[in-house]
């Protein structure tokens, strides 16, 4: 983030391109080993079989995408309204964006996890509804984006729009919620004690850990493209 | 602005004045022109024709029908309205003239909000006798419970359909962008309010939706106070 903040500072000089990107490199890397870990080397689960392997990608990006990424984007809009700071709005971009990509894994391995263990794809429940919904919120937030031509009124605009959304998630929550649900609910996070047994918590957390450094990494690549985008843009301009 | 005062119109007479005075503007030229509310009311009457030949009458009874059917057509026909609050303004650069008026943004605002929900109102005036004539509903003495609903799903719709009109005539495609971007707003506001009338046309007290009810109301509370606050944002310096 430092970096995108001097690409801006230098004007009339764009910063050179780097062929590969460590971080992404290394968080790809991550990735893939969890996978190979959920594959072999984590026991099968006894009621849901194989199929319950998709939970390592599942609820990791849920979490990227769902709880982090649209948290970005709610703080950094709010925040932009207030600081008027283009790295703000370009945070919130790429968050959005970024954000999108997990929302989307979420609702591809959502129907097919469903699909074996609740026998259909798609139910029309809580918190599938939600993040439908949210998923439907973040792509209008980007279309938007996509309309405006001023980079001034595009940031202003979007962290309006992005402002409200933060307003609405608790709302619609509360609509989809007050159907009643079928979701299993949180099996690490609860008050007792983890119901997961210890093999596959442990290739859990490591799921998370290596879907989070995609996710930051991804995020800090796409920041950095909006900020060389951006220079580009006042460079033509001057 | 009243007698020409020098303070800022943040007095709460000054306030309301100049929105009603900005919403009688409005109303003035849709009551002259009638091109958006004929096209609304049509498109309104039309869709309550159309729905009711999709669905089979003896698998459904109508009053399970009804209230989604009441929704999905007053949110679309309200979407034809807010779409021309601002595109009005756009001609001439009327904005402009308006922005530099010394009427607070916030009365603008809030003078557009009661054109559009006037202009909703006055949809749903003619639509939902119509539905309750094709859906052969019998509403009886729950006429009053049923257009308070209204009125109060049609304050939110008409609070978050203008800021977002306010946002999209900034943009390119400023028609095919609002639906887009007031439809997801839309569902904590169209799905109670469909629930609780539902609830009304099946004969039940309004006790029994009060979950949805104390959410709608609180989507107005909320959303009514927040567009206010932000819609000043939307306005270029």
């Known amino acids: 983030m430092a970096t995108s903040a001097a690409t801006i500072t230098a004007p009339g000089k764009l910063p050179e391109a780097k062929p590969i990107d460590g971080f992404l490199a290394i968080s790809i890397v991550a990735v893939l080993a969890v996978c190979v870990r959920a594959i072999w080397f984590t026991p099968v689960d006894a009621m849901l079989g194989a199929a319950q392997k998709i939970f390592y990608v599942h609820v990791p990006s849920a979490i990227a995408g769902l709880y982090v990424a649209c948290g970005l984007l709610a703080v950094s809009s709010i925040l932009y309204l207030w600081l008027k700071d283009e790295r703000l709005d370009r945070l919130a971009e790429a968050s959005a964006e970024v954000g999108l990509l997990f929302m989307g894994i979420v609702l591809v391995t959502g129907p097919i996890w469903a699909r074996t263990s609740w026998g259909t794809w798609w139910v029309w429940e809580a918190r599938i509804t939600s993040t439908l919904f949210l998923w439907l919120l973040v792509l209008g937030y980007l279309v938007l984006r996509g309309a405006v031509e001023s980079p001034e009124n595009r940031a202003r605009l979007s962290a309006v729009m992005g402002s409200l959304a933060a307003l609405l998630v608790p709302f619609i929550h509360l609509t989809v919620k007050l159907f009643r649900g079928m979701h299993p609910g949180p099996v690490v996070l609860k008050p007792e004690k983890p119901s997961l047994p210890p093999e596959m918590l442990t290739t859990f957390l490591m799921a998370i850990v290596a879907f989070m450094l995609l996710f930051f990494a991804l995020l800090r690549v796409r920041m950095r493209w909006a900020a060389l985008r951006d220079a580009r843009t006042a460079m033509e301009a001057a | ?237």
């Open chain 2, 1 to 237: 602005m009243s007698g020409g005062a020098p303070k800022p119109a943040v007095l709460a007479p000054a306030f309301l004045a100049d929105a009603l005075r900005i919403a009688r503007k409005d109303l003035l030229i849709e009551f002259r022109t009638r091109s958006a509310f004929m096209a609304a009311t049509v498109f309104a009457v039309l869709s309550v024709v159309i729905f009711r030949f999709t669905w089979d009458p003896t698998a459904i009874p109508a009053f399970d029908l009804a209230p989604g059917v009441l929704w999905v057509i007053f949110t679309f026909s309200g979407l034809l309205g807010l779409n021309r609050s601002f595109g009005l303004e756009l001609s001439d650069r009327a904005y402009d003239g308006l922005l530099a008026s010394q009427v607070s943004r916030e009365s603008i605002f809030v003078g557009k909000v009661l054109a559009n929900l006037a202009f909703v109102s006055g949809v749903q005036a003619l639509a939902l006798p119509a539905v309750a004539l094709f859906f052969d509903l019998h509403v009886g003495s729950a006429w009053g419970v049923l257009i308070g609903i209204v009125l109060c799903a049609s304050l939110g719709l008409a609070a978050v359909g203008t800021l977002f009109a306010a946002i999209a005539s900034n943009t390119r495609l400023a028609e095919l962008l609002l639906p887009m971007m007031t439809l997801p707003f839309f569902v904590p506001l169209v799905i109670p309010a469909a629930q609780t009338s539902a609830y009304i046309l099946r004969g039940q007290p309004l006790e029994d939706a009060m979950p949805w009810f104390k959410l709608l109301l609180a989507f107005d509370l909320v959303f009514v106070t927040a567009c206010i606050v932000v819609f000043p944002y939307t306005i270029e310096e």
